[in-house]
């Protein structure tokens, strides 16, 4: 890693606006800002209606500061507008339409025109450049392609910097490691969890990464993962990990990129207007604190969004990078606001429990965790880690050592008892795209 740091070279794809002086940034953002407003009162009904609600016509933004005027847009409203109801444009003119895999109700939809896609290829492209990739890297593509925008978002930007792209989408994971090696993969994409399921399919296939792989760059993203998961997958993979932040109401993977100091990810600031808001009250809160990231793109044609609800946790860093960009940066997202857990009162983010499991040594980095509330009592919650083929054979004695290891670490960090169990190795289900660490009965019980 030393090396690497040392060898760091920083390249731009658009080096003008990325190191833009704040002053002329925020003239952009506000000459953007009012015209979005503008379109979107004259052609979105449901925005005309919520702008006259809030009493603001789009000639009244005289400045930044004037962002909290404007009303916010949540999940729930794009879904009331589903499928193409916030369309600013004659359906004719949309090029492309990817939505979220949301698991119950209706998806969330977001629609692209000719505009709206080269932008995104722009944002792509700097976000590979970022990550020091070039038109001499072959790009392996494991994301899903299809409505998830991962896949097409990366393979878009790939194209933009005339990389080679191999779009082989999530699955059959031994055809990867192969195509993966044949190819020359110099970059993967992936989500962080299906990064651990390939290198641990290359351990099964008896492929080492140093030895028959050039992989040097991961960009993965898509789901909130830790420190210890980025140094555990540098380890196995030999290679530099970049955390990778978008979601699809935006514009889908391209919101953020970490630059090569891995000290925040710089969000395209040009094209997304970002604020952190208070997620009980909505309040507009003061710098460096966190809170929910709300977005507002600036740019986009056929569907813009005001003040977008992420529901993701964070909190901006204004200070200059070291990499010359002017861009704010991001702290990594450690959950959204509805995933974290509320157990007997106490709030448990996933990643808290990631961080002890990577933390211990024999088990390996897959975890369930179940919160349950049985016969309508106190909440239980469990965890379930696997453990490495080693501890296992070592048997019981060993197993319930690192278990007692686990307990008392989760319960000096979340001040919770949790009832941990050693499980089998392989026992845990892998994913090919978002993991689902949680299982929670508590909803299933009315
Ligand atoms: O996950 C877009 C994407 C694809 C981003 C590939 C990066 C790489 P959605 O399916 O709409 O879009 O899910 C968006 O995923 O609100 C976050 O909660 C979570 N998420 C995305 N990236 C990260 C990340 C894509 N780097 C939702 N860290 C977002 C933590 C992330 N959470």
């Known amino acids: 890693m030393e090396r690497m740091m040392a060898e760091k070279q920083i390249r731009y794809w658009n080096k003008d606006v990325e190191t833009i002086p704040r002053g002329e940034l ?69 090029a492309r339409v990817h939505a979220s895999s949301g698991t119950t109700g209706k998806p969330t939809v977001t629609a692209y025109n000719a505009v709206d896609l080269n932008m995104w290829a722009e944002v792509m492209a ?51 490691i192969l195509l993966m090696e044949d190819f020359e993969a110099t970059v993967l994409v992936a989500t962080p969890s299906y990064a651990l399921v390939l290198a641990e399919t290359a351990r099964e296939m008896g492929v080492d990464f140093r030895e ?60 997304f207007l970002p604020e952190v808001v208070d997620p009980e009250t909505g309040t507009p809160l003061p710098n460096g604190s966190e809170g929910e990231l709300v977005i507002s793109t600036i740019t986009r044609q056929a569907m813009p969004l005001l003040r977008y609800r992420t529901r993701d946790r964070v909190s901006l860093k204004h200070e200059r990078c070291r990499c010359g960009r002017t861009m704010v940066r991001m702290g990594k997202v450690h959950g959204r606001t509805d995933d974290m857990l509320v157990v007997r009162g106490v709030n448990v983010f996933p990643s808290q429990v990631e961080e002890v499991v990577l933390a211990t040594p024999g088990v390996e980095p897959h975890y369930q965790i179940l919160v349950d509330r049985p016969k309508n009592k106190l909440d239980t919650l469990e965890v379930w880690v696997e453990a490495a083929p080693p501890l296992w ?6 197993r319930a050592r690192t278990q007692k290891q686990i307990t008392a670490k989760l ?36």
């Open 212 to 271: 028959r792989m050039k992989l040097r760059v991961a960009l993965l993203g898509a789901e909130p993962w830790t420190e210890e998961m980025r140094r555990e997958l540098q380890m196995r993979m030999n290679l530099e990990a970049y955390d990778s932040y978008g979601l699809t109401e935006i514009i889908g993977p391209g919101v953020a990129l970490e630059c090569p100091y891995h000290d925040g990810l710089h969000i395209w600031e040009d094209h």
């Open 26 to 94: 925020e003239a952009l953002q506000l000459e953007r800002l009012r015209m979005t407003t503008a379109l979107v009162y004259q052609k979105v009904p449901f925005y005309r209606d919520a702008l006259e609600r809030e009493g603001v016509k789009p000639e009244s933004i005289h400045s930044l500061a004037d962002l909290p005027r404007l009303p916010f847009t949540t999940k729930d409203d794009l879904r009331e507008q589903y499928p193409l109801k916030l369309l600013a444009l004659p359906k004719d003119d949309v």
């Open 411 to 446: 319960h000096d960090i979340l001040g919770l008892s949790t009832a941990v169990s050693i499980v089998a190795p392989f026992s845990i289900a892998r994913s090919e795209g978002k993991a689902k660490r949680i299982v929670d009965r508590r909803e299933l019980v009315t």
């Open 126 to 176: 700097r976000v590979y450049t970022m990550a020091g990739c070039t038109r001499r890297d072959v790009v392996h593509n494991a994301l899903g392609y299809g409505l998830f925008t991962g896949g097409l978002g990366f393979h878009l930007g790939a194209e933009k910097i005339g990389a080679m792209v191999v779009p082989s989408g999530g699955g059959m994971s031994k055809r990867q």
């Open 393 to 398: 054979e070592l048997g019981p004695d060993a």
